[in-house]
């Protein structure tokens, strides 16, 4: 094979993140085709139409941060550490922000996304273990989700519908994803802009309900405060903000757009309105959030049961804290949980067709691909959902287990990513600036290394045996060599990347 020949992967790739025919045209909205670029390529004043357009995989995106995960780490949050810990939800979705830009950023550019770009960039061994580590946080992610929508309709049935009941109505929005899909991108987005309206209408709803104290919301806002007692809470918010399948997830759902990665002025305006829909759209996941946050915190801050509090058994709670039989509260967070339950199932099917499509550059019909990506997911989830069924309490102990194979999963994830947006050889003139870097790899070291504390503090209490510990201890060690190696991976090169890099100039020259 020629060198031209081995290069031409990072110019085009066989397996597309979207066909032609389903992208969103966004071209002549106020101009036709690239009337009204000066000579220089810079973008026409800001079109609030052409935002319009351009507006959907942010909240796709976002969908993320509002998962039962979250808002289980939420409701922890507020009930143990009371207002204290809203401060480092909000910077945590900031990081959040940063990380999810950066997907976008790669996406546009490139016109390809993660998942693609790692098997183009990785040998077959590292490239077959970051697809398993995304799969495996994939699936541990999709068991959060599957439950909390599972929680949420025992609860609005009065009980009839058990746990793993839930589960098999649950694991049928796969095929409701196909039909949506069929009718194309924005009919899509639009299903996802009503689960979200459901979301923030239900969370803001019981806000007024319980009526938070708004200066304690402002003061833990601003006033940052962390305590022996509040640190796993605290771990918990970062770790449950950046999910490693929706760093993938992102960078693909941006090409839905039709953009020309070779017209620098395009790929200039993409980026410039899908952060701006990326930040609204994170802005009201974050007010979401707090909305659970200081409800529960406002509840059961400083009571004997906020210790015991969980996804499983905060409806309950809620119906005894606002008494007289059913308190509407009660359903409202059922509402609630259901939407942020069913849509991220439906954004995880979306992602694990992207994560299988572009790691293993697999042709096969979406509908046998979903299938294959849902059901790697339900089965494990019907074995928890009938083993822990009438248990609250184990289902919050697997709720942490799983909470910290995100934490294991985000170097898969995060490093990646890191390394593509910082190589001219692949994102030509639009890699970012060293100062940009800088901050990057701060924050992508500060998020690993509150995870790893998590990793460290979890495994010192799971390894009680010697076998144990010597399985944590092997672990461990090819954990951290199989990161540093994924690091070094972003400043080495081999001659074939090297004549991608010269075909990337010459594509940002023309």
């Known amino acids: 094979m020629s060198e031209s020949e081995r290069a031409r992967p990072f110019l085009e790739s066989e397996e597309k993140a979207f066909e032609e025919t389903d992208k969103v045209h966004v071209v002549g909205v106020d101009e036709d085709d690239d009337v009204g670029y000066d000579e220089l390529g810079n973008a026409p004043p800001f079109s609030w139409k052409k935002l ?35 401060w480092l939800l909000m910077w945590a979705t900031a990081i959040g922000l940063l990380i999810q830009l950066l997907s976008a950023r790669l996406g546009v550019a490139t016109g ?16 077959m273990v970051l697809w398993i580590m995304a799969e495996i946080a994939l ?5 959060q989700e599957v439950i909390g929508s599972a929680i949420a309709i025992k609860i ?32 899509l987005e639009a299903v ?54 929706n760093v993938y997830l992102h960078s693909a759902l941006v090409q839905s757009r039709e953009i020309d990665p070779k017209k620098r002025f395009r790929v200039k305006e993409a980026l410039r309105y899908y952060s701006i829909e990326s930040t609204g759209a994170l802005v009201v996941s974050f007010i979401i959030n707090v909305c659970v946050t200081t409800v529960f915190a406002k509840s059961f801050y400083k009571t004997d049961i906020a210790d015991t509090i969980g996804l499983a058994n905060a409806g309950d709670y809620l119906q005894e804290k606002y008494g007289g039989g059913y308190f509407p509260v009660y359903y409202i967070w059922a509402v609630g949980l259901l939407a942020a339950g069913q849509s991220s199932t439906i954004t995880g099917t979306y992602a694990g067709q992207f994560i299988m499509g572009g790691f293993l550059n697999l042709k096969m019909k979406k509908w046998i691909r979903a299938t294959i990506t849902r059901s790697c997911a339900i089965i494990p989830t019907m074995i928890v959902a009938i083993v822990f069924n009438s248990s609250a309490t184990l289902l919050d102990e697997l709720n942490e287990w799983l909470n910290v194979l995100q934490s294991v999963q985000i170097p898969f994830a995060v490093i990646p990513l890191l390394c593509l947006v910082s190589n001219e050889r692949i994102m030509g003139s639009f890699k970012i ?3 940009m870097q800088a901050i990057s790899w701060l924050v992508a070291a500060l998020v690993i290394a509150i995870n790893a504390y998590l990793m460290v503090n979890f495994f010192s209490g799971a390894a009680k045996s010697v076998v144990m510990l010597v399985l944590v201890i092997i672990f461990v060690v090819a ?21 991608a890099s010269e075909k990337v100039k010459e594509r940002d020259d023309e």
């Open 52 to 86: 319009w357009l351009f507006t959907g995989p942010g909240f796709l995106m976002s969908i993320a941060f509002l998962d039962p995960g979250n808002l289980e780490s939420d409701l922890q949050a507020g009930a143990i550490a009371g207002y204290s810990l809203i």
């Open 112 to 127: 390809r996304h993660l998942a693609e770009l790692c098997r183009e960039e990785y040998p077959t061994w590292a490239r």
């Open 139 to 143: 699936i541990g992610a999709d068991i």
């Open 156 to 187: 609005l049935s009065n009980g009839l519908i058990p746990l793993w009941a839930g589960v098999v109505i649950t694991a049928l929005d796969c095929f409701i994803f196909l039909i949506l899909e069929n009718y194309g991108v924005r009919k």
């Open 192 to 245: 996802f802009a009503v689960l979200i309206a459901t979301m923030a209408l239900s969370f803001a709803w019981m806000f007024g309900q319980t009526k938070p104290s708004g200066t304690e919301l402002l003061v833990g806002a601003l006033v940052p405060k962390l305590s022996s007692r509040t640190i796993k809470q605290a771990v918990g918010i970062v770790g449950c903000i950046i999910m490693p399948h």
């Open 433 to 435: 600036k060293p100062l």
């Open 479 to 499: 954990y951290v060599f199989f990161v540093l190696y994924l690091i070094s991976r972003g400043f080495t090169y081999t001659p074939w990347q090297l004549v």
